[in-house]
């Protein structure tokens, strides 16, 4: 996945985690890179089209750049389901995060070939626990959370 | 995590080596159940014998790659064995005719070309020490990018050729 795509994803979920704008520091965060970075692709999807971004306020997705976004979470979650299901790892976010740059979107459509996706991904994608709510839910995450 | 497309240990490595095993199995897998699905009216030496090179040169390449895997993790687990979920999952996604069938595999060797040259890609841009030599890892990845590379190809031919009088 290309590193637009990466940030696209990225403001997708934190606007959804932060109920509006996705302000640099949180998406610095998430991606972990520099605010100063994180500020300059900003720029660059805004100059694109794909987001909007409001001074001291954060950056907003166009509809183009949803599409985009919805899109590079799907295969997000290719990659998480592909790891937790098939390769067995305990660790899925982290590795997929690791992962995610190095694996393109047509490799995830291939692997999709051998999963359980839901049909209605990547809608089910809980942003608060970054995964698959049906897999959370696959996995008794959500049981062993509540127990804890 | 990282934006930047790089291998950054023999963990990411170990795994990304195990994505493409299973990406070969598949590949392998696919091109035996075409084999047997294909309709008589469909079916030509040629195709029967390009879903048999693939069958062999996915086998091989899988076990080249296990090999790396080995000798990167001495304690790495056996690839798994994912026949079981694409025979699962055939259905679901079976090509209809000899022309989907060869589009099916085309796009699976185009996809096995990516997968190994963004690897590659991602190798060079490290500085990370593996566990094993680097310029070994980097020249059997080459010489598999390269096979998937005239693999599709092979089926591009295939797919421009006329179909020959069995078939008409």
Redesign the interface.
Known sequence: MNTADQYLKAVFLVQQIEDGPASTGALADRLGVSPASANEMIGKLADRGLLDHEKYKGATLTDDGETRARDALATYCVLERFLANVLDVEDYREEAGQLEAVIDETVADRLDMIIEREPDCPNCFDAERDACAHLVEELGEAEAEAGD | ????????SDG?LA??L??GI??EE?VEA?AYQHYQRLPAEERDERIEALLAGAREESAEHRERLEALEADLDGDAEPA?D?AD??R??YSR?DPEDFDGVLYDQL??E??AY??YD??ID?IEASDARFGIDRDALLATLRDIRAAEAEGVEAVAELMESPQTEADT
């Not at chain 2, 995590?1 to 950054?8: E, F, G, N, Q, T």
């Open positions: 995590m990282s934006v930047a497309p790089r291998v950054d990411q795994r990304l195990q994505i299973v990406l598949v696919r798994v994912v979920l694409v699962e999952h996604t796009n699976g185009e996809t990516k997968f963004d690897l991602a």
